[in-house]
């Protein structure tokens, strides 16, 4: 009998934590919609009392995403768990994660609490979470390295009071498969609440050593019924579980693992790439699943081997994940129409003033590229879609440079309407657009990052190009696509001075009503 493996997606709270890689609350609901396409069972929406951009995010994630349970994270104090169920309460199927350390080193050094006061107050704390919501989650953080028998006390002890889910979290990626797979098997033979209650385990791996993925796995063979895990892995410091690696494993592996997830997999590429692109943490070629190499064959003797048999070296089919071949598909006399049906086939679905813009670019780059295949339309989708307003637009730039000669750009903005122009000269072409866009916006940011891919082959594809830049404690994304790598880079730069002038805007808002 097939058992189910339920999908707990933590990006938008364990995930948001990965350096660099925060998001506003539209971004938030973005990736919300996606999460709720791809079918998961769980979507932790944030940690509510961490910001009120949080609160507001978990809020408006709870109100809007029907499907999944909607989570917020809390700690074992009463303010915590307050604050989450006034986030989460908005859902029709709320849920409360309340944790609390029980490894020796955590307890003493962290939150210098005897065990006897971690046990007490995860009791009570369990408790009061059940008295708002009907549906609690326990975690005893860094379960990895607790002592067993007290892990066993705790977790006996909060499915008495209340919790319905106990999640077995490796914290800092300590553990190897064999060890946590005899965790998990150990838990559910020595706490006898877990059957008794018909408790669903779930488990929550880091990667610090690589192993999230594998100690996943080893804990669902050994019988966790859920997984805790994010999009491309990403998360703090090494990362998570990677959600498209657990899904696709168990998928491909169920001859081994005897489980399934009800995920949609058609909707994991789509997945993937926006969670980068709103990010700015870029897939790896080499990722598995969702990696551009993970269905290319460059050896002779494979190519020879996929094109008389494609299962001789493709254990997965790429539509299996979404994943369409980079065929052309539309051209310079396609109409609008054939354009959105072409993007509802690929899963994008979007307003009339959003399909417009995105129209409007699609006629200008097919007028100057003679192939426009599904990644180019992927990338003007996400120029037009994952954006916030514009306070400042590009009107015109101009570059010059040369062996002896300074270079030298002079860029032409449009602000409220009207245009402000400068030149600047700078170390290169992209530095001198960046000095003259920073004079014209009034902001200087320090640029984190600034990474150009090309979209496509062919000396006519179109580079795009993601900056990160830091003002303050926090970093902004910006994302640019054109065939002109200067007009790309400048595009990049806008587009993330633009998300920070919106959330300054927005701070100052906030502070005007309180």
């Known amino acids: 009998m097939t058992r189910k493996i339920k999908i707990f997606d933590t990006t938008l709270r364990d995930g948001e934590q990965c350096p660099g890689a925060s998001l506003n609350p539209e971004e938030k609901l973005e990736i919300a919609r996606q999460l709720a396409k791809l079918n998961v069972d769980a979507i932790e929406a944030g940690f509510a009392i961490a910001s009120p951009g949080d609160f507001e995010s978990v809020k408006q994630i709870a109100r809007q995403i029907k499907g999944p349970i909607i989570c917020s994270l809390a700690r074992a104090k009463k303010e915590d768990i307050l604050r989450a169920w006034e986030a989460v309460k908005h859902s029709d199927r709320p849920r409360i994660h309340v944790f609390l350390a029980t490894s020796p080193v955590h307890m003493e050094k962290k939150l210098r609490m005897t065990p006897d006061e ?178 290319a064959h460059e050896a002779g003797i494979h190519q020879a081997g996929v094109l008389r048999a494609r299962e001789t070296y493709e254990i997965m089919k790429p539509e299996d994940i979404g994943l369409t071949k980079n065929r052309l598909v539309l051209g310079k006399h396609s109409g609008r129409h054939a354009f959105a049906d072409k993007l509802k086939d690929m899963g994008y679905t979007l307003t009339e003033e959003n399909l417009e813009k995105a129209f409007e670019k699609f006629k200008d780059l097919a007028d100057r590229k003679k192939e426009i295949g599904d990644r180019d339309l992927e990338t003007i989708v996400s120029e037009e879609v994952y954006v916030v307003p514009e306070t400042y637009t590009i009107d015109s730039i101009e570059t010059s440079s040369g062996t002896n000669k300074k270079p030298v750009a002079t860029v032409k903005l449009i602000h409220k309407g009207k245009p402000i122009e400068i030149t600047e000269s700078g170390v290169g072409q992209v530095d001198s657009v960046y000095r003259a866009i920073e004079k014209l916006t009034k902001v200087k940011p320090q640029l984190v990052d600034y990474i150009i891919q090309a979209i496509t082959g062919g000396t006519d594809a179109q580079g795009e190009v993601t900056v990160r830049i830091k003002d303050g404690d926090k970093i902004y994304v910006g994302h640019g696509a054109s065939m002109d790598v200067i007009m790309a880079s400048a595009k990049a730069f806008l587009a993330a001075i633009n998300r920070l002038l919106y959330d300054r805007a927005s701070s100052i808002a906030k502070g005007g009503l309180d």
Not at 170 to 187: A, M
Not at 204 to 223: F, I, P, Q, R, W
Request: hydrophobic letters at 40%; proline letters at 3%; charged letters at 20%.
């Open 118 to 295: 971690v046990f007490k107050t995860a009791v009570e704390m369990v408790k009061y979470a059940k008295s708002l919501c009907p549906d609690i989650e326990f975690s005893p953080e860094d379960a990895g390295r607790s002592d067993h028998d007290f892990l066993y006390k705790v977790i006996g002890g909060v499915i008495d009071a209340g919790a319905s889910t106990i999640n077995v979290p490796d914290t800092v990626g300590y553990t190897t498969p064999w060890e946590f797979g005899q965790l998990i098997e150990n838990i559910i033979k020595n706490v006898p609440q877990v059957k008794k209650n018909d408790v669903t385990i779930s488990v929550h791996c880091h990667n610090d050593l690589g192993l999230a993925t594998a100690n996943s796995l080893a804990a669902v063979k050994a019988g966790a019924s859920q997984v805790e895990c994010t999009i491309n892995g990403i998360g703090e410091r090494a990362g998570n579980a990677s959600l498209e690696e657990v899904v696709m494993a168990l998928h491909t592996r169920h001859d081994f693992f005897g489980a399934n997830t009800e995920i949609n997999t058609t909707e994991i590429y789509k997945a993937s790439r926006m969670v980068s692109n709103l990010t700015g943490l870029l897939v790896q070629p080499n990722k598995a699943v969702v990696g551009a190499n993970a269905f």
